[in-house]
């Protein structure tokens, strides 16, 4: 699985950005997907994610402003944020999530997929 995320930029607070990232590969295998942001010299966290069952979940700090959405075949994921802040401000990574044979043998996570990352600033 490949991963191409785009849509960064930068906003002034209150503003949208709309982050879209494009899969490709074994995309069949695909079962949950999730937006994650890194902060300078801090670890990669979750934003978004979109779980095996459907259900989205979202960090504290986003919940209610940021939308996470992926077309029905997960080719393509997409995070939309709105009414956005100076601490958004990030390198934001797509994330896809694909079942492996340890997997289902209970031996091994997921296997996580990243996109290259892509900087978001909201700055007035």
């Known amino acids: 699985v490949q991963l191409q995320a785009s849509g960064g930029g930068s906003v002034q607070p209150g503003g949208s950005l709309r982050l879209s990232c494009t899969a490709s590969g074994s995309i069949f295998s695909i079962i949950e997907t999730g937006w994650y942001r890194q902060y300078p010299g801090k670890q990669r966290e979750l934003v978004a994610e979109i779980r095996a069952n459907g259900r989205a979940n979202y960090a504290d700090s986003v919940n209610g402003r940021f939308t996470i959405s992926e077309d029905s075949d997960r080719s393509r994921i997409y995070l939309q944020m709105d009414r956005m802040k100076p601490e958004d401000t990030a390198v934001y990574f797509c994330?896809?999530?694909?079942?492996?044979?340890?997997?289902?043998?209970?031996?091994?996570?997921?296997?996580?997929?990243w996109g290259q990352g892509t900087q978001v600033t909201v700055s007035s």
């Open positions: 994330n896809a999530r694909a079942p492996s044979a340890a997997y289902y043998s209970g031996e091994a996570p997921l296997t996580n997929y």
